[in-house]
């Protein structure tokens, strides 16, 4: 069974700053992160009473309230998981888990919520099973690496939802796992809410619920006389040396960008990129930079749709939706077959309208057919399609353009890999 669940989160526009700060550990971060420092330290010196509400002190400096107010519950999600509910604190065991979900950053939060709302409608609160949700911000790196000490399906969950081409993509995985005919696509069949994307596994194996889509961020008043990018292969281009950020941390460069931009482009392209790039952040950090001229960043971001919706708001900054598609980074469930069953009323819950709802809630277009698009219908995509991953060891060229980007790019920065 699951353990005892954190303080239900509850932040609106008008709730008073230091309430905030008070209430939620991890809430000072973010607070800083955007420059709040002076009001933080006048609440923690208890300096009178900060009467001042979150809608006040953003309206003051052009910050979209509702997008800070996502940031901020995810960064107090992240500081209420203890050591013990971690994946890194099982030294990434997960015999014993029947449902492990990592989500990425802004479905968290929405997800963890209804969820929580499922389990006690359908259980009383203490399901017959045992399952683990973490954001995969906190396992990017960690845990993929462990998908090839899989000795056997015992070793995994009986299921996962995870994002990105990870290791459920690279050639260890689907020999040894999925081509054995262990899973089953338990997504409707009925076709994609879209025109131009369709996710659905050709062998029937994967769910793709989702899909986390980049496009370009452009602050108008740091892009001088540079031109604005039209097509992801503009950016290789000299005059846009050290002008993109991308998003990143300790180490990790984001994997779904580096190989449909090597997809395309190949790996002399790569090494152009790398020169392009002059910041590997947090999309949060992106957004922070977007129309501040006191910051010191790029002026094109990568970045997922849902942090560019939260920088739209800010004065001088345009989305650019490229020319040939935002670049599509797939949320895969991953369902044993010979489970389904046992586990139906669950299986039934992710893969239906209401899961399908929150990605789409958040700029995930979902691949739930009852699901109303999130973009316009007929949005162009950049998806590198089952032909190009089963076809190719995605693990082994992301391994080396991960390494020939990184190569150039830390070189250049002066930073070690």
């Known amino acids: 069974m699951e353990k005892k669940e954190s303080p239900v989160i509850s932040i609106c526009p008008d709730s008073r700053v230091d309430e905030i700060l008070k209430k939620y550990r991890g809430a000072k971060h973010l607070f800083r992160t955007y420059g709040f420092d002076t009001l933080v330290d006048a609440v923690v010196r208890s300096d009178g009473e900060v009467t001042a509400t979150l809608r006040e002190i953003l309206a003051d400096r052009n910050i979209d309230c509702k997008g800070f107010i996502s940031l901020l519950e995810e960064q107090i999600a992240a500081h209420q998981v203890s050591a013990q509910e971690t994946l890194a604190s099982r030294s990434y065991n997960q ?4 449902f492990l979900a990592l989500l990425p950053c802004p479905v968290k939060i929405p997800f963890h919520g209804a969820f929580s709302a499922f389990l006690q409608n359908e259980w009383g609160g203490a399901p017959p099973f ?4 973490e954001s995969n911000a906190n396992n990017q790196l960690a845990y993929y690496q462990h998908i090839n000490g899989f000795r056997t399906i015992d070793d995994m969950p009986d299921i996962v939802i995870s994002p990105g081409l990870n290791g459920y993509y690279h050639r260890y995985f689907i020999e040894h796992f999925k081509k054995k005919n262990y899973f089953s696509d338990v997504l409707d069949s009925s076709g994609s809410p879209y025109d131009h994307l369709d996710l659905r596994d050709p062998d029937g194996h994967y769910s793709v619920m989702g899909a986390n889509i980049e496009v370009l961020v452009i602050d108008n008043e740091r892009m001088g006389d540079l ?16 002008s993109i950020s991308i998003r990143g941390q300790d180490g990790f460069i984001c ?9 395309e482009i190949g790996i002399s392209g790569v090494r152009d990129f790398a020169r392009s790039v002059g910041a590997d952040v947090h999309p949060a950090q992106m957004v922070k930079n977007a129309g501040s001229l006191k910051a010191h960043a790029p002026p094109i971001s990568i970045m997922p749709l849902f942090f560019a919706n939260i920088a739209k708001n800010t004065k001088n900054v345009t989305i650019i939706w490229p020319k040939d598609g935002a670049i599509v980074s797939p949320v895969t469930m991953i369902v044993k077959k ?3 069953e046992e586990l139906e009323s669950l299986v039934s819950y ?3 309208e209401k899961t399908g709802a929150i990605f789409s809630g958040v700029s995930l277009p979902s691949m739930v057919s009852e699901v109303p698009p999130c973009v316009p219908r007929d949005s162009v995509f950049d998806w590198v399609g089952w032909d190009y991953l089963t076809t190719h060891d995605i693990g082994y060229e992301i391994d080396m353009i991960t390494r020939e980007f990184t190569n150039i790019y830390f070189a250049k920065t002066g ?3």
């Open 415 to 417: 930073r070690r890999q």
């Open 338 to 340: 010979n489970r389904r």
């Open 130 to 133: 045992h399952y683990l949700v």
């Open 350 to 352: 992710l893969a239906g």
């Open 255 to 263: 994997e779904t960008v580096l190989l449909t931009l090597f997809k």
């Open 227 to 242: 031109p604005v990018p039209e097509r992801w292969s503009d950016l290789i281009r000299p005059e846009y040396r050290d």
């Open 95 to 98: 015999k014993d888990l029947q």
